[in-house]
């Protein structure tokens, strides 16, 4: 992925401070690298709203604290199932219109925010457990929510998310290109911010701390194992972001309910966009729930 001027200057300058507190404390450069890796950039110019948005309503939650503000498309029809998109790391729900019309149009009651830290919503950081919490609450005020797409991070947290939701066996869930293991995106956070071992031991020492749950907690396949939701995995072979390595060891297993979806040359972000993903994931919602083998 190509980083803009600004980024490039960003990190050099974390890479520094990281490595100057790691001389002096392990934990507190931890602290610090914590903060980079939960910190999304913000897009500075005005991003105009596609003409489907001023179709919806303006909604929120409240979110410790902060307002996480969204857009609702409410259905005529009277028992309308719906269905949450949820974005990515330093992305924003306007990426979505096009799923967003497709849904629309298929009588589905939509909902899309945008994460804390994000688009129009408050905050400056995220992270899986922030975002958890974040469709949690939707899930509360909006809900049931009938599925969810979800992108990247978005794919961790609504993994996490759909964990603790009850009901889960007449729910649907579709991960885009979803961060599959977080011990990963660890790596590749490290191979941008390279620290020494003791800064590395404290980072996931710090994270233990603040979920009181193991790394391996933030994982989608373990959650994909777990549950008896109906889930469609996308994926792409050449994904360098959530990279496809640690999901092709999926593919022989046999995981109840849940379908894959691989495809080649789209990427991490083209994945989405592609019209024929979103066909897929169409009619994914669309079938009859599948009978689920525990």
């Known amino acids: 992925m190509k980083m803009k001027w600004s980024q490039r200057i960003l990190l050099k300058y974390y890479r520094t401070k990281i490595k100057t507190l790691g001389m002096v404390s392990p934990e507190k450069a931890a ?42 498309w409410k259905s005529e029809l009277a028992q309308a199932r719906k269905v949450l998109i949820i974005h990515g790391f330093s992305s924003y729900s306007y990426k979505f219109e096009a799923y967003v019309s497709a849904l629309v149009k298929n009588g589905y009651e939509v ?18 457990l922030i975002y958890r919490d974040c469709i949690l609450a939707i899930e509360n005020q909006f809900g049931p929510l009938y ?19 009850e009901n889960t066996s007449n729910r649907k869930l579709v991960l885009i290109a979803p961060a599959t293991e977080t011990k990963r995106a660890i790596e590749n956070f490290f191979a941008l911010i390279p620290a020494k071992k003791e800064v590395q031991e404290a980072f996931e020492a710090h994270i233990r701390q603040l979920a009181g749950e193991p790394i391996e907690y933030f994982s989608v396949p373990r959650v994909v194992k777990k549950i008896d939701a109906n889930v469609l995995w996308v994926h792409d072979e050449t994904d360098t972001i959530c990279t496809f390595k640690d999901v ?47």
Do not use: W
Not at 31 to 44: E, G, M, N
Not at 48 to 71: M, Y
Not at 111 to 128: M, V
């Open 31 to 72: 602290a610090a690298a914590f903060d980079l890796f939960c910190t999304p950039f913000r897009v500075k110019k005005e991003v105009k709203a596609p003409a489907i948005f001023h179709q919806s309503t303006p909604v929120s939650v409240e979110l410790k604290g902060i307002t996480v503000r969204g857009f609702q």
């Open 111 to 128: 909902l899309a925010f945008d994460a804390p830290g994000h688009g129009i919503s408050d905050g400056k950081r995220i992270n899986a």
């Open 147 to 165: 599925g969810m797409i979800a992108h990247s991070l978005g794919g961790l947290a609504a993994s996490l998310a759909i964990e603790k939701m």
């Open 248 to 294: 092709k060891p999926l593919l022989t297993q046999h995981i109840h309910s849940t379908e894959f979806y691989i495809t080649h040359g789209l990427g991490h972000n083209k994945i989405y966009k592609e019209s024929s993903t979103r066909n897929k994931i169409m009619a994914f919602l669309e079938a009859s729930l599948a009978p689920n083998f525990l």
